[in-house]
Nanobody, 112 residues
Framework: QVQLVESGGGLVQPGGSLRLSCAAS????????MSWYRQAPGKEREFVAR????????SYADSVKGRFTISRDNAKNTVYLQMIGLKPDDTAVYYC?????WGQGTQVTVSS
């Protein structure tokens, strides 16, 4: 059974940091590009970041450039999203995806 399980979300104050993890099971991520998306209440799901299979190429939404970093550990079959300088506008459910599979999401809330 293929699963992507996100973790690491939570409540953080503006300016704070979180690191999200996405653990894959049932398939290996080492030959697949992986991405993070997010969906805020009342808004459409939007792209956040992408990393190629090797980890040598990354891309980011303009809104998170310089604050978020996507990385991967193929040996652990896991993808990460390090988030710093969090803003209230970053509040959303964050999803990881790869090979057309999606996780269930993890809630990130940025509020004082």
């Amino acid at each position: 059974q293929v699963q992507l399980v996100e973790s690491g979300g939570g409540l953080v104050q503006p300016g704070g940091s979180l690191r999200l993890s996405c653990a894959a099971s049932g398939f290996t991520v080492d030959n697949s590009a992986m991405s993070w998306y997010r969906q805020a209440p009342g808004k459409e799901r939007e792209f956040v970041a992408r990393i190629n299979w090797r980890g040598s190429t990354t891309s980011y939404a303009d809104s998170v450039k310089g604050r978020f970093t996507i990385s991967r550990d193929n040996a652990k079959n896991t993808v990460y999203l390090q988030m710093i300088g969090l803003k209230p506008d970053d509040t959303a459910v964050y999803y990881c995806t790869g090979k057309n599979y999606w996780g269930q999401g993890t809630q990130v809330t940025v509020s004082s």
